[in-house]
């Protein structure tokens, strides 16, 4: 029987705030955030594809990243805090996603420049808004703990 890897789980009653109960490796979860995320870049590319070659290559590009990321993020679980992962995933989605907003508007698809600064600030404030999550969990800490592993 071929040797299968188990899903890394925290305990239920962890006294690290940082291991939280609701972040787990599951493999269901993180592919099904991760391509569930991406697929628009996909779909999109695939369509720009026809009317504007270099915008559906950046999206194909896109969604490329973000996945081979998210694969490699999976890949080194054993070594990555579940939070912390889903962190450094939910930051390169942010990334990308505003690359993609500014790259689309400046190649005219979108009509102004309020969609263009909705689009493109809302990863960044969703990206601020995890980091002070997360650094209030880390304040959470007793004294004498010690995080496994920041950003």
């Not at 026809?50 to 973000?66: E, K, N, Q, T, Y």
């Amino acid at each position: 029987m071929a040797h299968q890897k188990k899903a890394i789980q925290t305990p239920m009653d962890t006294k690290n705030p940082l291991e939280s109960k609701s972040f787990v490796w599951n493999a269901g979860g993180w592919f099904g955030s991760q391509v569930g995320g991406s697929v628009w870049m996909l779909f999109g590319g695939l369509s720009l594809l026809f009317s504007d070659v270099f915008s559906g290559l950046a999206c194909l590009f896109g969604f490329a990243i973000v996945n081979s990321i998210g694969c490699s993020l999976w890949l080194h679980r054993e070594q990555i805090d579940p939070y912390v992962g889903f962190q450094r995933l939910f930051f390169n989605f942010a990334v990308v996603c505003t690359v993609l907003s500014v790259i689309l508007y400046y190649r005219g698809f979108f009509s102004s420049r309020e969609s263009i600064f909705v689009i493109a600030i809302t990863p960044v404030v969703m990206t601020f808004l995890a980091l002070q999550n997360w650094a209030a969990k880390r304040n959470q800490l007793q004294p004498d703990e010690k995080p496994r592993q920041s950003l």
